[in-house]
């Protein structure tokens, strides 16, 4: 027998929000919203007082921060030694410079940046209190959870949920899903990816069992800068610059993991190397990828047929 799933579709972090329960009631619904909401308040860089806001501008000293933001800064520090640096959540001064300073949802929520924030700062320098929930940035680092803060917030809600009693749960967050207990399909759960250049477009579907997806691109978040450059959101660790946007580049990443958080550090991965230098990578850690370019070419490494249909 199917089981019967109720669902919730509304907008939290700046994003569309679809969360999907087996087992559960509305008020599971109403408590993933209500978590959501919390974690957006915590790590939100457009909100003057979240935790991630108070960090930046606290340059260097330590403060008390929420222990959901403790897993947030040590999984960005696990995220950058695990990419070598490609997936780097240091890069706010440098989005801020492209003019990605207001939040899109709501034009008067600004990043105000402390004087002395270097363009790329220092992670691995990060210390965090577990006991005392107190954390600490070196001086000249400014964070921005950006999209590991939606997969995080995905893996969360969802193992909250199955806490909670549901059977199942599917969250997603601006495309960074994660997916735990029995799903309406077969025991599992029916994963859409959007097509690279026309989000309102399924190009293909995944099958998970339990796991997390994560898609990203650089034509999700795009604007003209004041002097006629396009920008968008996606940076090269490298040179502080939006990612390049030939035909040969890859304009849209989809990985494959065990959890969102995983899912989305590996596709920044992708998206900052490149399929070429990532694929086999992925593939030998399970790690199912699949990239489209600039071109509208589609590839796949050997571990997406696992997943994929």
Sequence with gaps: ???????????????????????????????????????????????????????????????????????????????????????????LEPLVSWGYSNSWIDPSAR??????????????????????????????????????????AADMVAEMLIDDGVRGAKVSVGGDVRVIGEGPDDGGWTVPVDDAFDPTVTATEVMLA???????????KAWITRDGQQAHELLDPTTRAPL?????????????????????VHATLVMVRGAVNTFHRLAGDGLGARVVDGGGQTFFNTAWATFGR
Excluded at 32 to 48: G, I, M, Y
Excluded at 139 to 145: F, I, K, L, N, R
Excluded at 244 to 264: D, I, K, N, Q, Y
Aim: glycine share 12%; aromatic share 6%; hydrophobic share 40%.
């Design 1 to 91: 027998m199917t089981p019967t799933v109720q669902r919730a579709r509304f907008r939290a972090m700046g994003s569309a929000v679809d969360v999907e329960i087996t087992g559960g009631s509305p008020g599971h619904l109403t408590l993933a919203r209500d978590r959501l909401a919390f974690l957006e308040s915590c790590w939100s860089r457009f909100q003057p007082y979240s935790d991630v806001s108070r960090l930046n501008d606290a340059q260097g000293e330590s403060i008390p921060v929420n222990p959901a933001t403790i897993v947030l800064l040590e999984s960005m520090e696990v995220g950058y030694a695990a990419t070598d640096g490609a997936f780097d959540p240091t890069l």
């Design 244 to 264: 390049p946007t030939g035909f040969e580049s890859p304009a849209h990443a989809t990985v494959l993991a065990h959890s969102a958080v995983w899912a989305e």
């Design 210 to 220: 339990e796991g997390g997806l994560a898609t990203i691109g650089r034509l999700r």
């Design 111 to 152: 990043t105000r940046l402390p004087d002395g924030v270097q363009s790329r700062g220092f992670i691995r320098g990060l210390s965090v209190d577990v006991n005392g929930n107190t954390a600490q940035l070196p001086p000249g680092t400014a964070v921005d959870a950006g999209g590991i803060g939606k997969g995080l």
